[in-house]
């Protein structure tokens, strides 16, 4: 959950910091993506709630618990600014798939547990 705020965060600021030639069909594409990433926390965050858990929300929490690496103050190029969400995506699909591999393995540990009932 994290990962997703930061990538919300990176999309705002990319979406402002967007300039040439590209610019507002950039600024419409990032603000469009940004507001996906909102609904997709939202979701994230009931999910978390009804499974007993505790959503992260603070920004201080966010920050220390993030595996996407903090960009650096001010403007980048455009093509290190998309790059840079690239990544952050990239991150997220890795840490999922294991998520899935350690969700998959506990149910087969499971169901291994109820035969054995």
């Excluded at 609904?39 to 009931?46: F, Q, R, S, V, Y």
């Excluded at 990239?90 to 798939?97: F, G, M, N, Y």
């Amino acid at each position: 959950m994290a990962d997703t705020i930061i990538l919300y965060h990176l999309y705002k600021k990319h979406h402002w910091l967007m300039r040439g030639h590209t610019f507002y069909q950039l600024h419409l594409l990032l603000d469009k993506h940004a507001s996906e990433q909102i609904e997709l926390i939202d979701a994230l965050g009931e999910r978390v709630q009804t499974l007993g858990g505790v959503a992260i929300a603070d920004p201080r929490h966010v920050a220390e618990v993030t595996k996407i690496k903090r960009p650096p103050n001010g403007v980048e190029e455009v093509p290190v600014m998309l790059s840079r969400l690239l990544e952050a995506h990239e991150l997220i699909i890795e840490e999922l798939r294991v998520a899935i591999e350690k969700t998959a393995a506990n149910q087969v540990g499971i169901f291994m547990l109820l035969r054995l009932i």
